[in-house]
């Protein structure tokens, strides 16, 4: 008992340092997702992000609260979220932005979460999380190639068979020895995280070798299976394709990300896609696939030890076998290289097509470089120009319910001038920390400045909300199921919130342990 009233203690000074620093900035945006715990408990996680320093400090991404829900739909989330903001004493009107994975019941367009939110505040922006769009983007894709669903059922083969059994695991580890191949595990695909089938796909290039050879011996079937061209042209072709995008992911997944640089990357990854598979030499720069069909071109491949000995491997120029859902056949086509660059190609563009899909907002976030100085082009009637361009995207997405449209484009022509000499060179979050401390600019550009700080606030992603979960889930082991929702709330944010020892202010925790109730305290 003491120890928990310990824990509230300390959970208590954060929480009351967060809500006093939540209050004083203008702006804040949430990040939500939900999950369900080891005791199968549904819960909804709230980060929120906001200004410091009364909005003029650095943004930060805070866990804020996790709440025990009933139920998935979006009237239990809402009614969630406006019992949160009334049990911190917040004003829901600060609201200006919410992140979500997507789901229905979120993003639903008449009876959504952010629809029951945007009655409250009105011009609420409301952000499909990036790197769930990027996902979906590449599940979209391959719908249209059901060959690719061919080379996931290759993959998971690979997995179960080796690893069902303790015996071909061991002489499958001695092999890759005997070979002089890196001893690796297979790796399995994970439905839920389909960038994670470039991590599979790329561990079975490096394995290919000892695998071919494997099932040579133990299993002919599916060794002729593995074999045909098209499987194997396909699996190099998904390592190199997946490893652009999951590098993306990646970024999309850094704490340090703006809003501005986020559209860059996404441009720089789709042009690279285009010029390693769809310019003039097919498979350019690739990693694994031009090596692959260098050495296919004799119709086999062969792999060569340290001690010369050699294994080869004849391969199979045909169609996939196999049927789809329907009934018809997965592939009618052949096998030959010319008819596998093609649908590599139709496939890229495909993946190219179904991103610029997902992410029409582009518009409003390129625009977003009018606070980065590092966009600004050189020449002074050009940076005019993108910078009424860039403002006017601004203002028709975020609204004159919160920004003085008017006041904007008066200090426009001023406003680009000063940063473009005052702040040259700089990025969308050094520019801010120079702007922020110089308050002459903060008087001359008071509505820029509020625009400038809801951008600063505003998620791109809900990311955080998922490494919220992972720490969820190393507080609340199987040992720990029965941890009721508020005692797992504080732990999490000690845990993630709580600076070090040395840091607290032990006087102010005692101070709320001893108003808690009433003590008597003896005399030492």
Request: proline share 3%; with cysteine; charged share 25%.
């Amino acid at each position: 008992m003491a120890a928990k009233e310990f824990i509230t203690c300390i959970s208590c000074y954060l929480e009351n340092h967060q809500r006093n620093d939540l209050s004083h900035s203008p702006y804040l945006a949430l990040m939500i997702d939900e999950s369900t715990d080891r005791a199968s408990e549904k819960h909804l996680i709230v980060y929120a992000s906001y200004l410091n320093k009364d909005g003029l400090g650095v943004s930060k991404c805070e866990f804020l609260k996790l709440i025990l829900v009933a139920d998935g739909y979006a009237q239990t989330k809402y009614n969630a979220i406006m019992n949160m903001f009334s049990e911190i004493s917040l004003d829901i009107k600060h609201l200006v932005g919410i992140s979500t994975d997507g789901d229905s019941s979120m993003l639903g367009c008449h009876e959504g979460l952010v629809s029951k939110l945007s009655r409250d505040v009105p011009n609420l922006i409301d952000v499909h999380c990036v790197a769930h769009r990027e996902a979906l983007a590449i599940v979209d894709a391959c719908k249209g190639f059901p060959c690719l669903s061919y080379v996931d059922k290759i993959a998971n083969k690979v997995y179960s068979w080796i690893n069902a059994s303790n015996v071909r695991h061991l002489d499958f580890q001695k092999l890759l020895q005997e070979m002089n191949l890196q001893v690796l595990e297979v790796l399995q695909i994970h439905d839920v995280r389909w960038l994670t089938r470039g991590n599979v796909m790329v561990r079975l290039v490096k394995l290919l070798p000892a695998i071919l050879t494997f099932w040579k011996c133990q299993a002919p079937m599916w060794y002729e299976k593995l074999c045909i061209f098209k499987v194997l042209f396909c699996i190099h072709l998904l390592a190199d394709v997946l490893l652009e995008l999951d590098g993306l992911n990646k970024i999309f997944q850094k704490e340090s990300i703006d809003i501005t640089s986020f559209s860059t990357s996404i441009e720089v990854c789709l042009n690279t896609l285009r010029k390693k598979f769809l310019g003039d030499i097919f498979a350019k720069g690739t990693i694994y696939l031009k090596l692959f069909i260098e050495n296919a071109q004799m119709g086999y491949l062969k792999h060569v030890t340290e001690n010369g000995e050699e294994y080869t491997h004849t391969l199979l120029y045909v169609s996939m076998p196999g049927k789809d859902k329907n009934g018809f056949p997965l592939d009618i086509q052949d096998g030959s290289l010319n008819t596998c660059i093609e649908m590599a190609k139709g496939f890229v563009l495909k993946v190219i097509d179904c991103v610029n899909e997902r992410f029409p907002d582009m518009y409003f976030f390129n625009a977003s470089k009018l606070f980065s100085p590092m966009y600004y082009p050189s020449e002074e009637d050009e940076r005019a120009r993108k910078a009424i361009i860039w403002l006017s995207r601004l203002l028709t997405r975020i609204g004159n319910h919160v920004i003085n449209a008017n006041g904007c484009e008066k200090e426009l022509k001023a406003f680009v001038d000063t940063l473009y000499y005052g702040c040259e060179g700089m990025n969308f979050k050094d520019a801010w920390r120079v702007f922020s401390n110089t308050s002459h600019w903060q008087e001359t550009f008071p509505n820029l400045l509020k625009l400038w700080q809801i951008l600063l606030v505003l998620p791109i992603s809900s990311i955080p909300c998922e490494r919220g979960f992972s720490k969820q889930n190393i507080i609340k082991t199987d040992r720990r199921q029965h941890l009721k929702v508020d005692t797992l709330d504080m732990l999490m944010r000690i845990s993630m919130l709580g600076p070090s020892c040395d840091l607290l202010n032990w006087e102010k925790i005692y101070d709320i342990w001893e108003k808690s109730k009433d003590r008597r305290v003896a005399d030492l």
